[in-house]
């Protein structure tokens, strides 16, 4: 592998590259999906590729293929230094990447139970018994389930002596239950919306998790949300969102807006730009006092986890907002370089034939004092919302609009009534700020999103959000008529 | 590209180690590049070659799925011993109605070498001259410029082998002042015909009008609609409800519909898979061919397209919409979507209006409420206030929460020109008019 890599780099530094990297992948998914108790999908993937990216009279070229062959990597990195003089007819400032990054090492997702060594068989069970469970529930209509186990390998060059090796698990799973009446169609999920949870881990978390035990419950409060009442119309009030809401809120209305090259406008014109432009570092009241996000690459079972960075740079941990401070952003070395800082290691691409962009790591939310009992009932009317059903925020990340699939009436320190097709909106720092309590470790969970969207061609990134219910006040609730 | 032969020969290995099996494969072969440029410059430039193998293998009604881009003798061993593992340790299949049989399929057309050849430089060279013109112009220039050929091959068992290639060109410009923006886009299999300098002349004029906005109320307002937001529309309608698997699961909007007349009489929207007016591939996923379906005719609501499964549980002949079986959870979905043009030009539609919006553009669309299709998003890009027929001043960008169901019930008049553009999701491309709506629910204002 090293003497393929090597050939590349020594190509491209011989061709007048100024800096060249190479990333050689190997990705092994395998899947499972179960709706209405029929295996629709039983796949398993694999993909192995390479991508060379050189930086040519300080603008960039990328080529990528599937092909590892010597032949193939001298067309595809002079393919890569071809593209780069393209960039440079229409360039801007050269490309400064600060310091070198001289990485060397090997790194391996902890994980108690290898889920590869688990049995088809034994996969298959855990969601043909949830599937079972759900069945039981009179009035659900659509059951899904599934389980995904990923492991991928990752080499990883430059021409500054970098050379490591990763290998990154990832196990995620979950199950929906739909029930569907009068024009209704409602849907619970576990752990997590949107398919699954996933983490950077073994089967352990799938153990944990306990699909089947929690399916029923699931199907219960589907057919329940049908008869429940509806989320009150268009009001102002006070929302407790479930660590699960809590997640996305962070990773729209925070992870996406501190992106640097979101900020720089190098997303300008599909994701957008963002509110968080450069005089506000240091400077911006983002959230109240109890308000603290950090952004790290090291905390266990975050699928933002990792050894190093796509640019070879270390896993960190970097301070994002501090009691209600904006201090700080996810960077890469050509971006930090624009401000005279150092990356914090936050380049990822999602495959080999696709660039690093700056993605975020993990961005959670610290926990805060408060156990959840204690803030519902120190809450004398307000709605609890939890999981999330859908997500919207504008080009700059301000004004956002969440539904969650379930919701609770507070009223006089006490969950009411079921609430149906909760929706809540807001301005991103004014929604922050209002922000008065965050539960306590204990309720604190590391959520993963694993469809998290960017660039052109598009992405898909895996990340982690770790986060415990907290309370807002004053927000806006209620926008759809029911 | 492989060429026929090649993806055939592929194939044939593929299934000479499925020995007795019966068997499918689905090849994807793309060669695709692409140029991105942010203030001013290229930022962001790359090429990638892959090709993908899926193979679906049958033991009696047990299916196992493997998925491939190891072409070498033992990458293809290996995805043949994974389906047949997974084959074999699937429960029987009630739903599946087994491999399709040989059919003949239409010759379309939707490749162009020029398109297929075309180079970093030449693209570098449109994208420089435009950004040299908004550099001038003390703007912003940002946006894409792709092009690419693709080639999918499908072949089975019982003798289907359905080939297509095709090009694809796409670009994209977003031009930005201090407080407006305009964007543009035009895509399509011939390069050439994409008028990229006079999209680079709009964007600039929008991003010009659009200086200085004003905040007005939410609430409900006539609208006219550009083509990009109509796309929007029915990419939404699509993805949410066009398909059967939507319809047997009573999610889709079309649930209690069908047959009914529940948008204007100008609302006409069909799925064709091979007119060379979108971007036309001639099967689907499966090797079953396309047919035209109409979805909507004069506002009445015909019904959703169909897969093989979803046709034989609903007694129905298939439309050749599958997906890939990975996907097969989604269940059929239209991908060369196309909707009427009218008899208004744009400016008529702007002249008709005594108060409205006229709107550029939705971004960040989610769904609310499955069964109205409602739909909350924000504008982007340009939203001018209309009075008495005219243009009066840039307003800032509103969110919107609104049934898209009930907004194409509300159509007043449709554009006489229709776009083509490719789906932010790739690979599907929808010609679509301009729109204006009588009521429209604005539910938000941003900073």
């Known amino acids: 592998m090293q003497t393929l890599m090597s050939r590349a780099l020594d190509l491209a530094q011989s061709h007048g590259a100024q800096y060249a990297d190479i990333r050689l992948v190997e990705n092994r998914t395998e899947s499972m999906q179960v709706k209405n108790g029929v295996v629709e999908s039983l796949n398993f993937s694999d993909s192995m590729g390479f991508g060379v990216r050189v930086l040519v009279n300080g603008a960039w070229g990328f080529s990528s293929s599937l092909y590892l062959t010597e032949e193939e990597i001298d067309r595809v990195t002079k393919q890569a230094m071809e593209i780069g003089r393209a960039s440079g007819l229409v360039h801007g400032e050269k490309v400064d990447l600060g310091p070198p990054v001289a990485s060397r090492g090997t790194y391996l997702t902890p994980v108690a139970i290898d889920p590869f060594t688990i049995s088809l068989e034994e996969r298959l069970g855990v969601l043909l018994a949830a599937d079972a469970e759900m069945a039981r529930v009179q009035g659900v209509r659509v059951r899904q389930s599934n389980l995904v186990i990923i492991r991928e390998k990752k080499w990883f060059a430059n021409t500054e002596s970098a050379y490591t090796e990763q290998t990154i698990i990832e196990t995620g799973g979950g199950i929906v239950a739909t029930a569907v009446g009068d024009g209704e169609v409602q849907s619970r999920s576990y752990p997590n919306s949107f398919g699954r949870q996933q983490v950077t881990g073994g089967w352990e978390v799938v153990l944990k998790w306990d699909l089947p035990g929690n399916s029923e419950r699931i199907g219960r409060e589907a057919v329940a949300l049908l008869s429940a009442e509806p989320c009150p119309a268009d009001t102002t009030t006070t929302v407790i969102l479930g660590g699960d809401q809590v997640a996305l809120q962070v990773h729209e209305s925070c992870g996406h807006p501190i992106e640097l090259d979101r900020v720089f406008g190098s997303e300008a014109a599909y994701a957008g730009t963002s509110f968080l432009t450069t005089e506000k570092l240091g400077s911006f009241r983002y959230g109240s006092e109890v308000v603290n996000i950090t952004a790290d690459s090291v905390r266990p079972l975050g699928l933002g986890t990792f050894g190093w960075d796509d640019e070879g740079v270390p896993a960190q941990s970097t301070p994002i907002v501090q009691n209600g401070d904006f201090v700080g952003y996810l960077m890469s070395r050509e971006t930090a370089s624009k401000l005279s800082m150092a990356s914090n290691g936050c380049m990822r691409a999602s495959s080999w034939n696709r660039i690093p962009l700056i993605r975020m790591t993990n961005v959670s939310l610290e926990p805060g004092e408060w156990d959840l009992e204690d803030l519902i009932a120190d809450t004398d009317q307000g709605i609890y919302m939890m999981t999330n059903r859908s997500w919207s925020i504008d080009d700059r990340r301000y004004n956002f609009q969440f539904g969650t699939e379930m919701g609770y009436e507070i009223s006089k320190g006490k969950l009411g009534r079921m609430l149906r097709n909760c929706t809540y909106t807001g301005i991103t720092p004014e929604f922050w700020n209002s922000c008065d309590a965050i539960c306590n470790q204990v309720h604190w969970t590391m959520w993963g999103t694993p469809n998290c969207g960017k660039g052109q061609p598009s992405q898909i990134a895996h990340t982690g959000h770790g986060a415990a219910p907290a309370r807002f006040r004053n927000v806006r609730v209620g926008v759809y008529r029911q | 590209m492989l060429g026929r032969k090649k993806a055939g020969d592929i194939c044939k290995e593929v299934f000479r180690r499925a020995k007795n099996d019966p068997a499918e494969v689905l090849l994807f072969s ?30 009696g009604k047990r299916i196992g799925l493997a998925t491939t881009n190891r072409l070498d003798a033992e990458g293809l061993d290996r995805l043949v011993e994974r389906a047949r593992a997974n084959a074999e340790v699937s429960p029987e299949d009630p739903d599946y109605p087994g491999l399709p049989e040989p059919a003949d399929y239409p010759a379309v057309q939707g490749f162009d070498q020029h398109t297929a050849d075309y180079s970093p430089q030449d693209r570098a060279k449109a994208v420089g001259e435009l950004c040299r013109q908004t550099l001038e112009k003390g703007l912003n220039g940002s946006g894409l410029f792709s092009t690419g050929a693709s080639e999918i091959a499908i072949a089975n068992t019982r003798g289907v082998f359905a080939y297509h290639v095709s090009s ?16 543009e886009q035009g895509s399509g299999w011939q390069v050439s015909k994409i008028p990229v300098e006079s999209l680079g002349q709009l964007a600039i004029k929008k991003a010009q009008d659009g200086k200085n906005p004003r905040n007005i109320n939410s609430g409900e307002y006539t609208v006219v609609l550009t083509p990009y937001a109509t796309e929007d529309i029915l990419n939404m309608l699509n993805y949410y409800g066009m398909g059967a698997q939507a319809v047997l699961e009573a999610r889709s909007w079309m649930c209690d519909r069908i047959g009914e007349k529940v948008m204007s009489d100008l609302v006409d929207i069909w799925d064709d898979g091979v007119d060379s007016a ?76 005594k108060r409205g919006l006229y709107i550029s553009r939705f971004w960040y669309t989610r769904l609310v409420h499955p069964r109205d299709c409602v739909i909350t998003g924000m504008t982007r890009d340009g939203v001018f206030l209309i009075e008495n027929g005219e243009l009066t001043y840039p307003v800032k960008d509103l969110r919107f929460t609104q049934s898209y169901v009930e907004a194409l019930a509300e159509v007043e008049s449709v554009s006489n020109e229709t776009r083509l553009l490719m789906s932010e999701f790739g690979g599907q491309a929808t010609r679509v008019p301009g729109l204006k709506i009588s009521k429209f629910t604005f539910t938000g204002l941003t900073v």
């Open chain 2, 168 to 183: 694809n060109a796409d670009f994209q410009i977003l031009v930005a002042a201090e407080d407006s923006s305009g964007r």
């Open chain 2, 278 to 353: 979108g971007v036309p591939t001639p099967f689907d996923f499966e090797g079953v061919p396309k047919r035209r379906v109409n979805i909507v005719e004069k506002g009445v609501v015909k019904g959703p397209v169909f897969d093989r499964i979803t046709a034989t549980k609903m007694g129905e002949d298939t439309t050749g919409h599958a997906l890939p079986p990975t996907m097969r959870s989604f269940g059929p979905i239209a991908t060369n979507l196309f909707m009427s043009s009218g008899a208004s030009s744009a400016e008529e539609m702007i002249k008709s209006t």
């Open chain 2, 30 to 59: 793309e060669a695709q590049n692409l140029t991105r440029f942010a203030n001013n410059h290229i930022h962001q430039n790359v090429a990638e070659r892959n090709v993908t193998l899926i193979m679906r293998l049958l033991r």
